[in-house]
């Protein structure tokens, strides 16, 4: 047995009893094959092993991270950081501007094909002054650079030459976060410790474990057992321990949605992608949150519901089974005996992958693809061994972000871009995104958020079902969790704050 998993299995035996360690917690996480912020975008666990220039606080405002402050010249687009000294990376190695420049410059190199690319494609050039300070100069303004300048710094020491999809260091990261890498059992446990020299303040827990538990159900059942403190559960399981003695149940808020990608490689959607409107007529979007999230949620019909530039008057394309059928029809499609419409003799026929272990999305597929199937458009889902981008037909996907408006727009719909997924294309979207980047004036970018909103329902990419809450229950010896903080995509961000949390008897 390895080190990590005797710690691990230590933890969770007095977890379940009396003797309750009350220096570790026990988070319920997902599996990871790797820890690569530059490259993937999402993780709970970043926000504990490294920092980036800028951080957000508990309101999602942009504050400082390892720049104390910075500097903005109008005239050239220039930012100008300026770091905190003395900051070490857990290896004991000096914190400098040389691994911000390494860093970003890798995540724009498109032979290391990050998805956080397009964050990034505005910069013109990286000037380090000195040690601690560095300068971005920028082709045109982007208010939503200091939200992307929270990306994870990485060690320019330990990368530097070395592949940034592939690298060991990616099972072994080293950074300069609260927390530090002790121990990583494959499929099992990941074990920090908490840093003792961190810049911010030495966090006050001692040992986080992120027990691997990818199973929803499973996870439930050892909140249960007390073999977990904290985890995010299900509608339906959080509900379980709702007013239960020694538990705290946290319903937070999302800008995290849920909608079917249409994979627009693939032959089906190249020969039918007028009938989308009518995919997006015949889902019940409220009924879908009423069974599935148990009224934790909002219907969905588009990116921006959770932000200042939300065009509300876009079509929603509300539940509407005749309209669906109707769309059906003025194509040409012929209802056939079995109740499922063809066109030029072939049925209409698609399948929804979902990833396995999200218990969530798939009942959401489920329910989604027996609606679509009512109005005559023959629908399945399954559930692949691994998600394959190019070849699905498609795939119920999830993004959001509770940042600038740029996020999880301008990399996900824009033509090419690095999170594009499905292979959307539309000339317009792509205007109206990068003339909304490109401008500090708010007049400007709520004229073109507006008409991107627009062109975006007018040609969707996806199906939008619904935005859905993070439920996080917790040990109620845990103090420090922030309630009201709006969490991101697949509910990250709970440990913005972890230096401040505490765990009492």
Same mark, same amino acid.
């Given at each position: 047995?390895?080190?990590?998993?005797?710690?691990?299995?230590?933890?969770?035996?007095?977890?379940?009893?009396?003797?309750?360690?009350? =220096?570790?917690?026990?988070? @319920?996480?997902?599996?990871?094959? %790797?820890?690569?912020?530059?490259?993937?975008?999402?993780?709970?666990?970043?926000?504990?092993?490294?920092?980036?220039?800028?951080?957000?606080? @508990?309101?999602?405002?942009?504050?400082?991270?390892?720049?104390?402050?910075?500097?903005?010249?109008?005239?050239?687009?220039?930012?100008?950081?300026?770091?905190?000294?003395?900051?070490?990376?857990?290896?004991?190695?000096?914190?400098?501007?040389?691994?911000?420049?390494?860093?970003?410059?890798?995540?724009?190199?498109?032979?290391?094909?990050?998805?956080?690319?397009?964050? /990034?494609?505005?910069?013109?050039?990286?000037?380090?002054?000195?040690?601690?300070?560095?300068?971005? %100069?920028?082709?045109?303004?982007?208010?939503? *650079?200091?939200? /992307?300048?929270?990306?994870?710094?990485?060690?320019?020491?330990?990368?530097?030459?070395?592949?940034?999809?592939?690298?060991? *260091? *990616? &099972?072994?990261?080293?950074?300069?976060?609260? /927390? &530090?890498?002790?121990?990583? =059992?494959?499929?099992?446990?990941?074990?920090?410790? %908490?840093?003792?020299?961190?810049?911010?303040?030495?966090?006050?827990?001692?040992?986080?474990?992120?027990?691997?538990?990818?199973?929803?159900?499973?996870?439930?059942?050892?909140?249960?057992?007390?073999?977990?403190?904290?985890?995010?559960?299900?509608?339906?399981?959080?509900?379980?321990?709702?007013?239960?003695?020694?538990?705290?149940?946290?319903?937070? &808020?999302?800008?995290?949605?849920?909608?079917?990608?249409?994979?627009?490689?693939?032959?089906?959607?190249?020969?039918?992608?007028?009938?989308?409107?009518?995919?997006?007529?015949?889902?019940?979007?409220?009924?879908?949150?009423?069974?599935?999230?148990?009224?934790?949620?909002?219907?969905?019909?588009?990116?921006?519901?959770?932000?200042?530039?939300?065009?509300?008057?876009?079509?929603?394309?509300?539940?509407?089974?005749?309209?669906?059928?109707?769309?059906?029809?003025?194509?040409?499609?012929?209802?056939?005996?079995?109740?499922?419409?063809?066109?030029?003799?072939?049925?209409?026929?698609?399948?929804?992958? !979902?990833?396995?272990?999200?218990?969530?999305?798939?009942?959401?597929?489920?329910?989604?693809?027996?609606?679509?199937?009512?109005?005559?458009?023959?629908?399945?889902?399954?559930?692949?061994?691994?998600?394959?981008?190019?070849?699905?037909?498609?795939?119920?996907?999830?993004?959001?972000?509770?940042?600038?408006? =740029?996020?999880?727009?301008?990399?996900?719909?824009?033509?090419?871009?690095?999170?594009?997924?499905?292979?959307?294309?539309?000339?317009?979207? =792509?205007?109206?995104?990068?003339?909304?980047?490109?401008?500090?004036?708010?007049?400007? &970018?709520?004229?073109?958020?507006?008409?991107?909103?627009?062109?975006?329902?007018?040609?969707?990419?996806?199906? *939008?079902?619904? /935005?859905?809450?993070?439920?996080?229950?917790?040990?109620?010896?845990?103090?420090?969790?922030?309630?009201?903080?709006?969490?991101?995509?697949?509910?990250?961000?709970?440990?913005?704050?972890? !230096?401040?949390?505490?765990?009492?008897?």
């Amino acid at each position: 047995m390895s080190a990590a998993l005797i710690v691990a299995v230590s933890m969770l035996t007095a977890c379940g009893s009396n003797t309750k360690q009350m =220096d570790t917690l026990v988070y @319920g996480s997902g599996d990871y094959t %790797r820890i690569n912020p530059a490259m993937d975008e999402h993780g709970e666990i970043n926000l504990l092993l490294f920092n980036g220039l800028t951080a957000h606080n @508990g309101d999602n405002e942009v504050v400082p991270g390892l720049a104390k402050r910075w500097e903005y010249d109008e005239a050239s687009c220039t930012y100008t950081f300026y770091l905190e000294e003395g900051v070490t990376w857990h290896d004991g190695e000096p914190f400098t501007a040389a691994d911000v420049k390494f860093t970003i410059e890798a995540i724009m190199d498109p032979n290391n094909g990050s998805e956080n690319a397009p964050n /990034y494609e505005d910069v013109e050039e990286i000037m380090v002054v000195d040690e601690q300070t560095i300068s971005f %100069r920028l082709a045109a303004p982007n208010v939503a *650079f200091l939200d /992307y300048m929270t990306m994870a710094v990485l060690p320019a020491h330990l990368l530097q030459g070395e592949d940034m999809q592939e690298s060991a *260091f *990616f &099972r072994h990261p080293i950074g300069t976060g609260p /927390y &530090r890498l002790e121990s990583w =059992d494959e499929g099992q446990a990941i074990v920090l410790a %908490r840093n003792e020299a961190y810049f911010q303040g030495r966090p006050e827990i001692k040992k986080i474990i992120f027990k691997i538990v990818p199973d929803d159900n499973v996870r439930a059942i050892q909140m249960e057992s007390g073999e977990l403190d904290l985890a995010r559960l299900t509608p339906k399981d959080a509900r379980n321990f709702a007013d239960r003695e020694g538990y705290v149940c946290y319903d937070m &808020r999302t800008s995290d949605y849920r909608g079917i990608l249409f994979n627009f490689h693939n032959p089906f959607w190249q020969k039918n992608r007028d009938i989308i409107p009518a995919v997006c007529y015949a889902i019940d979007r409220q009924a879908i949150i009423d069974a599935v999230l148990l009224g934790q949620g909002v219907p969905a019909y588009g990116p921006l519901q959770r932000n200042i530039y939300n065009n509300e008057a876009v079509e929603h394309y509300d539940y509407d089974p005749a309209k669906a059928r109707a769309v059906l029809e003025n194509l040409g499609c012929v209802l056939g005996e079995d109740g499922i419409y063809t066109r030029d003799g072939e049925r209409l026929s698609f399948v929804i992958s !979902v990833g396995a272990g999200d218990q969530v999305r798939l009942d959401i597929a489920q329910a989604a693809a027996q609606q679509i199937r009512e109005v005559g458009i023959d629908c399945r889902v399954e559930i692949p061994t691994r998600v394959d981008w190019g070849g699905q037909m498609a795939y119920l996907i999830g993004w959001g972000s509770p940042f600038d408006a =740029d996020d999880h727009t301008y990399k996900v719909f824009g033509t090419d871009k690095g999170a594009n997924y499905s292979g959307y294309s539309n000339a317009l979207v =792509d205007q109206y995104l990068i003339k909304a980047r490109q401008s500090d004036d708010s007049s400007i &970018r709520v004229e073109n958020y507006d008409r991107f909103q627009e062109a975006l329902a007018g040609d969707p990419p996806y199906a *939008f079902i619904c /935005y859905i809450d993070a439920d996080y229950v917790a040990d109620a010896s845990i103090r420090g969790i922030s309630p009201d903080t709006v969490m991101g995509h697949h509910g990250v961000g709970i440990f913005w704050n972890i !230096v401040d949390w505490t765990i009492e008897e």
